[in-house]
């Protein structure tokens, strides 16, 4: 069992930064792959990044490719998120979730999740 508590989501301008943080209970957290996922309202939940549990391997969804980067300290049970370059169309509520083995870019394979943090991006 993970829980997880996401915090650093707020409002910014278009083309402006924040960066997310997930932070992790237990022991074993480099035995987790991590993801980002966000959900739009009326939208379904999306994938938007994730990393395997060392931390070498990352994959991204191709909107925001380039813009945000995915990272992990193992030694602080702790992911992030940096964002920037940001667009009113990444305006959603951001998850981080958790799963044991290899990384994976869809919703259901991902059993544990934090409860969220709101990003807005005004234009």
């Known amino acids: 069992q993970v829980q997880l508590v996401e915090s650093g989501g707020g409002l910014v301008q278009t083309g402006g930064s924040l960066r997310l943080s997930c932070a992790a209970s237990?022991?074993?957290?480099?035995?987790?792959?991590m993801g980002w996922f966000r959900q739009a309202p009326g939208k379904e939940r999306e994938f938007v990044t994730t990393i395997t549990g060392g931390g070498a391997n990352t994959r991204y969804a191709d909107s925001v490719k380039g813009r945000f980067t995915i990272s992990r300290d193992n030694a602080k049970n702790t992911v992030y998120l940096q964002m920037n370059s940001l667009k009113p169309e990444d305006t959603a509520v951001y998850y981080c979730a958790a799963r044991l083995g290899n990384y994976a870019t869809s919703v259901n394979n991902y059993p544990y999740w934090g409860q969220g943090t709101q990003v807005t991006v005004s234009s």
């Open positions: 237990g022991r074993t957290f480099s035995s987790y792959a």
